[in-house]
């Protein structure tokens, strides 16, 4: 298994930006994936970014397309999440997952999240 954590949430005002990173334990990642998830009160978790660890293949959620850019950096253990633009919709808990065998996210390893909030 895969120990994640996030960090780099915090305020913000709308239109600004934030960059989000989520470390991995170990000194190499062995998963398949990594992605960033974000759930706000009362609503349900949605997908937001991923990318493929074997060739960088991105993906990101029509909601965000644009505006955020996933990223990786081996040296460092850790995947990134680029957020510009910002707006109050955005507002949210941002959880890094890794799909470590290729089975998908919902069986993956989850960190315990970072608070973002977008002030419009």
């Known amino acids: 298994q895969v120990q994640l954590v996030e960090s780099g949430g915090g305020l913000v005002q709308a239109g600004g930006s934030l960059r989000l990173s989520c470390a991995a334990s170990?000194?190499?990642?062995?998963?398949?994936?990594m992605g960033w998830f974000r759930q706000a009160p009362g609503k349900e978790r949605e997908f937001v970014a991923a990318i493929r660890w074997s060739d960088s293949n991105t993906h990101y959620a029509d909601s965000v397309k644009g505006r955020f850019t996933i990223s990786r950096d081996n040296a460092k253990n850790t995947v990134n999440l680029q957020m510009n633009s910002l707006k109050a919709e955005d507002t949210a808990v941002y959880y890094c997952v890794a799909d470590v065998y290729g089975l998908g996210f919902p069986k993956g390893s989850w960190g315990q999240g970072t608070q973002v909030t977008v002030s419009s």
């Open positions: 170990g000194r190499t990642f062995s998963s398949y994936a």
